[in-house]
């Protein structure tokens, strides 16, 4: 159902966006019966009411944007109209076997799900790894990014990442959209070369079927752009474990001649590095390797938890002051965050599953922005130098953090760099440093000849010129088509759902 | 001679007002649910966004004004849980409370409702 909370003033998780809304909009699986229903009834009706709801905004010349956790620090949420959370669309539905398509591995069956857009990292890994169900195995996910409080769409949609250094980002594991835009009906979005579910599947979601690799890959990585994604088929994997040695201090020298041997990270699933860039020589590696899931291991601990026993924390703002204080230098402060950093926020010898090792989720930092891109791992040991060279000229207190992704498919995919993408990403103050670095970081890379791409939910606005730099002018036509296609060319219609991350970019017509 | 700078009543109310109603919290505190099965942590997962109300205590606590939270239910009416709670206080409302000897404490409590069972 569909309830109206009126305009509000909104923020998002940390605090780097505030938007005045003429309404806030809660959409859920209840019904006006009262009385449980069907699967595909949950569905539908949830398609039902995001399409009503995309009419009514197009009849009333209003903008529309579909929002899950809020993670995203970037503008990619923004609208001044309508904000349609989706936190409450939570279901999990497995498959029934007469809805497969024929060419749809038999071995892959039992490991696909449906899930509803708002369902989060965290439900969805308790859904998939303790099943209630005896006929279901326990699953796992094949990748996540550090947290686990995202929304499965709202984490593709922003194409969120871990350290996949085997398999991708969270994009890739999904092999099926379903998409409501106000067209006449929702729409069943597949890969031409990849069929998941047959026809018997599409009309009982009421759905039309399309199956255009171009327009599936564009969909991924869309930032609401397309309209609301009201779920997702995704692939998992029987549930495993990964393990992870203590962490281990490399040089500079080591750490590129790792990098640069695929035999060193073939077999292994989770590769990071963390440095301080006020350090000259010291890297530390963080390295997983997926093994057999095994019971009698101890649970560990979550990470990234800034609240002590006694439940003492840093307050919203103190991170932002601290990180300000006049008269103590960038490097003394790098100091302490880093010392920080590794007893709180790393995979140090243990071992769990990916939804006991992937947790965090409890943080409040208000005024801290998180900042992240990829380049080649080519470009890795390059990228590092520039880093530390700005870091120091404009001494900045910062950690830095770079995990290893194989590339994906997505046409605006970030991390798709060749032959792996390495994510460069750091928290930052969000105050006009943050912009300043950024550009001289850019500016940087390019004189040095290293490509690069920025991640969606995390940097500032993309230009049309710094799109085309990232992606190429014949992805950026693909997206605009498979964009105009899926609207049926109605430009009025398109219009609900522009931003002002996608006019900046050239993106909304 | 010094000169001192007295402002009218009706002045120090306003600027007062100005100050509990405009500016951003001075000092907050969260209460969040945490924990999951078998560590599985499942903090900070709402299913709504922030709702908020302002609220006073007068004379120490004799006339209270409850916050009641009418946003936790599905469209259906069935009820959430309530996921987690801040209570805020600004600059004004701490002076509020200092300069009325605590007759006057105003405060703002945010809420977000946790999700329906999936
Ligand atoms: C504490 C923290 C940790 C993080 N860790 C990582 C990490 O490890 N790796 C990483 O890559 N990123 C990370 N991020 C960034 C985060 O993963 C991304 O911002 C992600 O996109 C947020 O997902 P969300 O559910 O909060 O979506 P939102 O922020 O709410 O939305 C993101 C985008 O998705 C769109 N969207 C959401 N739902 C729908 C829908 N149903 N239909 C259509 N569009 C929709 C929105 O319009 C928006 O454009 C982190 C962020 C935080 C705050």
């Known amino acids: 159902m569909i309830r109206r909370n009126g305009a509000k003033t909104w923020k998002n998780i940390h605090v780097t966006t505030k938007l005045e809304l003429e309404d806030l909009i809660d959409v859920d699986n209840s019904n006006a019966q009262g009385h449980s229903v069907s699967n595909y009834e949950i569905l539908n009706q949830t398609s039902d009411d995001i399409n009503s709801l995309i009419k009514e905004a197009k009849l009333n010349n209003k903008h529309i944007r579909a929002i899950g956790a809020a993670w995203a620090l970037s503008k990619v949420q923004t609208t001044e109209n309508w904000l349609i959370n989706t936190k409450l669309l939570n279901k999990c539905i497995e498959v029934e076997s007469d809805c497969f398509h024929v060419d749809y591995p038999t071995d892959k069956k039992p490991l696909l799900v449906i899930a509803q857009c708002g369902v989060s990292v965290a439900e969805l890994n308790v859904y998939l790894e303790l099943p209630k169900s005896a006929n279901q195995i326990a699953r796992s996910l094949k990748t996540t990014g550090i947290g686990a409080g995202q929304t499965i769409v709202g984490a593709v949609s922003g194409n969120t990442h871990g350290a996949a250094v085997n398999f991708g980002a969270v994009p890739d594991f999904v092999v099926a959209i379903q998409l409501c835009n106000g067209t006449d009906s929702p729409i069943w979005i597949e890969r031409s070369d990849y069929h998941v579910m047959n026809q018997v599947f599409v009309d009982r979601v009421n759905s039309k079927l399309i199956q255009n690799s171009d327009i599936f890959n564009a969909v991924l990585v869309g930032f609401g752009a397309f309209g609301v994604i009201t779920a997702f088929a995704i692939e998992t994997e029987p549930l495993y474990q990964l393990t992870f040695p203590k962490i281990e201090e490399v040089s500079q020298n080591k750490l590129g001649s790792l990098l640069g041997s695929p035999d060193f990270y073939s077999g292994l699933h989770h590769l990071e590095f963390v440095f301080n860039p006020y350090e000259d020589d010291s890297f530390y590696l963080i390295a997983g390797t997926k093994v057999k899931y095994e019971t009698g291991h101890p649970i560990p601990a979550p990470l990234w938890i800034i609240t002590n026993k006694l439940g003492y924390a840093p307050g919203d703002w103190t991170t932002k002051i601290l990180l300000k204080l006049p008269f103590v230098s960038g490097k003394f402060k790098s100091n302490v965050q880093f010392k920080e950093y590794l007893k709180n926020a790393v995979l140090s010898n243990v071992r769990g599953t990916s939804g006991q090792l992937y947790t965090a989720t409890i943080t409040y930092l208000e005024g801290y922005n998180e900042t992240a891109f990829a380049v080649s791992i080519d470009d890795a040991i390059t990228t590092i130098s520039i880093l530390k060279q700005i870091t120091r000229a404009m001494k900045l207190p910062l950690v830095i953090q770079a995990r290893v992704v194989k590339p994906g498919k997505a046409t605006f995919g970030f991390t798709n760099l060749l032959p792996k993408a390495v994510v460069f990403e750091f928290g930052i103050v969000n105050d006009s440093t943050y912009p300043e670095f950024e550009q001289m970081l850019i500016d940087q890379l390019r004189n040095a000849n290293v490509k690069y791409t920025l991640h969606w939910s995390k940097n500032s606005l993309v230009s049309r010129e710094r799109l085309v730099e990232m992606y190429g002018q014949t992805n950026v036509d693909i997206w605009k088509n498979s964009r105009n296609t899926l609207f049926n060319n109605d430009t009025e219609l398109m219009r609900v759902f522009n931003n002002i991350h996608l006019e900046e970019a050239e993106l909304d017509m | ?118």
């Open chain 2, 1 to 118: 001679m010094k000169k001192y700078l007295i402002l009218p009543k009706p002045v120090i109310i306003i600027v007062l007002c100005v100050l509990i109603f405009s500016s951003n919290a001075c000092t907050t505190i969260h209460a969040y649910q945490v924990g999951g099965p078998q560590g599985r942590e499942m903090g900070n997962q709402p299913g709504t966004e922030w709702e908020s109300k302002r609220t006073n205590t007068f004379l120490w606590g004799a006339v209270r004004q409850d916050v009641q939270i009418k946003n936790c239910s599905l469209g259906d009416g069935s009820r959430l849980n309530i996921e987690e709670f801040k209570i805020e206080k600004n600059f004004g409302s701490i002076l509020a409370n200092i300069l009325t000897l605590g007759i006057w404490e105003p405060a703002k409590i945010s809420w977000r409702c946790a999700k329906p069972k999936n």
